[in-house]
């Protein structure tokens, strides 16, 4: 089986450098997911409450370890508060939905969703009367930041990061932290390099995993005529070269720019083809090539679809 390299965190937890992403994957199809993955070498998760098929996770991960097909901890599961969680009490209280959803006792990953908070209530997305954004909160992530730090104290979570921050943001963070952030995920594959923000987060210690890193081409977020990435010709021309598939040369660039990726498929055959990704290596002048296709483009631009950047700050500063 595969030996697939990792990185050591802050907290001193190795994380696989790739792992299988969930979003998206519905109930009913993320479970058999999971079972291929676990049977195909995959032991890096990665979850999130918003993506509502934790239970089902949590169904899989259970039976594989009293089946004593992956020891727990041989795992490395990630998941996220959500907006509507930002509240000191409320984000304590959602660590242990999460751990009941997941049926672990501890998480080994747990990041802040989005700096943003989300008006707390019973609703995920709390919209505003006239129906034209989301129904935001004032309450401070910082409030989010020490009730996580309190659950790695507590034992329920092993390291802690945030996801979709800016580099003020992230340096805030740090500036008020008593426990640093490990881990930052963002948007990020070959036409959304991010290069500013890979490079803040190398110097604060803080390692990047990189979400939709094959361009989300069933994202709902993806405006009418864009590009798939898989299908440019620089792409091509290195798979050819390689005999592999575009999107395992998008993985490849991925990790060998240091960073952690999280392809997510329920499909078998890619499932088992992302993961193929360590008996090959591109050149510098591939890699250089690559590093050329940048169009600074995200998919999830929610300010755009919403209408207002002031309240998605993380959008327009790296």
Known sequence: MTVVPTLTLKSGEKMPVIGLGTWQSKPGEVGQALKIALKN????????HVYMNQDEIGQVLEEAIAQGLVKREELFITSKIWNTFHSYEKTKEAVDIILQQLKLKYIDLLLIHSPMGYQEGEEMFPWTEDGNRMHFSDVDYLDT????EEAVQAGKVKTIGLSNFNSQQIQRVIDHSHIQPAVLQVELHPYF???????FCKEKGIEVTAYSPLGSMTAPFRKEGQANLLEDPVI???AKHHNKSPAQVAIRWSIQRGLIVIPKSTNEHRIKENFD???FELSKDEMAKMAGIDRNWRIFDLAARNGDHKYYPYIVEF
């Open 145 to 148: 930041w020490k009730a996580l």
């Open 193 to 199: 390099q991010q290069t500013k923000l890979v490079n």
């Open 41 to 48: 070498g995959y032991r890096h998760f990665d979850c999130a």
């Open 236 to 238: 091509l021309e290195i």
């Open 277 to 279: 990704v360590f008996d």
